[in-house]
């Protein structure tokens, strides 16, 4: 390789990568956060889980307080975010 073009990757002697070289041009993949694999099993699986959460909770105290912290949460955003929708498209409350 004799130029350094943007799909070519400069090695070292012996075949290995340059200093400051990666293998991989376009970087690893990229890892989800917990909170993103929660977001995306609730959005997948969301009413299964719940389901299941339910039929836990019937005899499992911890399931049932995490289930229902879990809902509480769930209506708090709600009621936030339409608290602010309400603020967005009312009039009234612009100043």
Known sequence: MSSNTDTEIQRASRGRFA????????????????????????????????ERAFVEAQTDNLVLANLLGFLASCQNASSVHSVALLQATDPASRH
């Open 19 to 50: 200093p400051g070289q990666s293998g991989n041009p376009a970087g690893g993949a990229k890892r989800l956060t917990a909170e993103q694999r929660i977001e995306r099993a609730m959005n997948t699986h969301g009413v299964g889980l719940l």
